[in-house]
């Protein structure tokens, strides 16, 4: 019994965790169209960032070394998007060559400074210790990374379907050239987005950093399940990311407790059913 | 001398290695209507697209009231007060009928009219009103184009062009929206109207350009030509 809820209180921490991580992903692909293959890396690379801000010898505190990450993954990603992407507008395979392109350059370049040796920080002090509900024990930092998806996650939403800004970067979506000739700037807009992306990536990569470890090799674990999640989920839906991610937490986690040897099976199946029988992902709205 | 509000001025412009304007000129005088005719295919379109900036001409230059705007991206044109009413409508159809009006929605330039909000839009078209929060997609064909037209308004712009506005509408509401564009037009915005049956725009219009195959066939006020003395068929095909 005790087994089965730690199982599910660490997927739905996992869950909390692939959803800042497929949010931007989603959010990218969806609206912009751009397979975006660097999202793994915007992930490890901004866990990097934390862990070295967090390390003894600057021992910043754990929510601004978050956000000063995020903040910094943002304007890679910003710099990115201008200087590169820009240039490959609607060219999709090129888009996929320069983005795991820049994937392997930024794993090499992380290898060199960061060493192979994984980097744990510890659970910051204020969130350690445990929540104590009807004899199970629930560790406060897994409830806090949930809740900090959750309102996220609802502060997106609120972005993207009830501002102006929000309905920009829609209409941007829905016909750019129109959207340019009534004066929406939809250049900047894109920029925005995809800065905004890298930034949740990196933030993810941080507060996931003392659950999951930074190493070699994160972006590679984590890219295939924001593509998962985003699949199953719907590209640009923000409620089919947040209901992907908790799904693909779930199946991650108990997979690898009870069918370890299937572990990638029970991952990918579901992904697999969903393209052939519904294309446009559980919440994903038809492309046209 | 009257302002000019648009002038484009020896105009050339390419699709590809098609040559589909060749040193287009006219003149849109403020607070006036120009109708712009010709056939389908005859450039009416690309007169509008290189006006907003779409399409960069390779030759001429377009001025908007004597100021430069020829290389200008469409955003940049759209912040000096042009507005398009484009052929086909193309709404946002994943937006809600308000949001497609908010996000277009710019300050006005002068203090000369009231400037346009959703408020005065959906006085001006009722029915868009009671369907504000729908989504564009779900709107008839003569809503669609009504909100295509407050769209443009909402830029509060000074000049308005209009790609066919009657096209694939019932002829009942092509009526509405031609008595919508007779107020615009008495409301002293300058307004150019394309559309391929002169019947539309004889009566409407102050100046009428013709082009036929890419060139500029006629330039006339649209008086003289209301009377008949002048043999458009040529250029306009039967009507």
Not at chain 1, 158 to 164: F, Y
Not at chain 1, 267 to 281: A, K
Request: charged share 15%; proline share 5%.
């Amino acid at each position: 019994m005790t087994l089965w809820l730690t199982l599910a209180v660490n997927s739905i921490a996992l869950g909390g965790l692939l959803f800042l991580l497929s949010a931007g992903f989603s959010l990218i692909f969806g609206l912009m169209r751009i397979p975006n293959l660097m999202h793994g890396s915007f992930f490890m690379l901004g866990a990097y960032f934390g862990v070295t801000l967090l390390d003894n010898r600057i021992g910043m505190n754990f929510w601004a070394a978050a956000l000063v990450s995020a903040l910094a993954m943002a304007v890679i990603g910003g710099l990115v998007e201008r200087f590169l992407l820009r240039r490959l507008n609607g060219q999709e395979l090129p888009q996929v060559l320069l983005t795991l392109g820049l994937s392997f350059i930024i794993a090499d370049v992380c290898l060199m400074i960061w060493t192979g040796d994984p980097w744990q920080p510890p659970t910051p002090d204020h969130l350690r210790g445990v929540l104590q509900v009807a004899g199970v024990y629930f560790p406060y930092f897994r409830l806090v990374i949930v809740l900090v998806a959750v309102v996220i996650a609802v502060a997106l939403w609120l972005m993207v379907d009830w501002t102006r800004l929000g309905a920009m970067i829609r209409a941007g979506v829905d016909d750019a050239p129109i959207a340019r000739v009534v004066g929406i700037k939809v250049s900047q807009l894109f920029t925005l987005v995809f800065a905004l992306g890298a930034a949740l990536a990196a933030f993810g990569g941080v507060i996931g950093a003392p659950y999951l470890s930074v190493y070699p090799g994160l972006d590679a674990e984590m890219l295939p399940l924001a593509l998962i999640v985003v699949i199953l989920g719907g590209t640009g839906s923000l409620l089919g990311a947040l209901v992907g991610s908790f799904l693909i937490g779930f199946l991650y986690n108990f997979g690898q407790a009870m069918f370890p040897d299937l572990a990638y099976v029970i991952l990918f199946l579901p992904m697999l059913l969903v393209l052939v029988l519904r294309p446009q992902g559980l919440f994903g709205r038809v492309m046209t | 001398m009257a302002t000019k509000a648009l002038t484009l001025h020896n105009v050339d412009a390419y699709y590809g290695d098609s040559h589909v304007l060749q040193k287009v000129s006219f003149e849109l005088g403020e607070a006036r209507m120009l109708g712009l005719l010709g056939r389908n295919g005859a450039g009416k379109s690309t007169c509008m697209n290189v006006s907003v900036g779409l399409l960069s001409p390779r030759g001429g230059s377009i001025e908007l009231f004597g100021e430069p705007v020829t290389t200008l991206p469409p955003e940049m044109i759209s912040a000096r007060g042009v507005a398009l009413v484009p052929q086909g409508r193309r709404i946002f159809k994943s937006l809600t009928v308000r949001e497609n009006l908010i996000v277009a929605a710019q300050k006005p330039r002068d203090n000369k009219h009231a400037p346009w909000t959703t408020e005065t839009v959906f006085s001006m078209f009722p029915r868009l009103s009671e369907r504000k929060h729908q989504m564009a997609a779900h709107l008839s064909g003569g809503e669609q184009q009504m909100l295509a037209i407050g769209r443009a308004l909402m830029g509060n712009p000074r000049v308005l062009l209009m790609d066919e506005p009657s096209e694939g509408l019932a002829p009942q509401i092509v009526a509405e929206v031609m008595a919508t564009i007779r107020k615009l037009k008495e409301s002293g915005l300058s307004i150019v109207l394309v559309e391929q049956s002169p019947k539309l725009v004889f009566d409407i219009a102050d100046d009428i350009v013709i082009l036929n195959s890419g060139r500029i066939a006629v330039t006339e006020s649209a008086a003289k030509l209301r009377d008949g003395s002048t043999d458009l068929a040529q250029h306009l095909g039967v009507f």
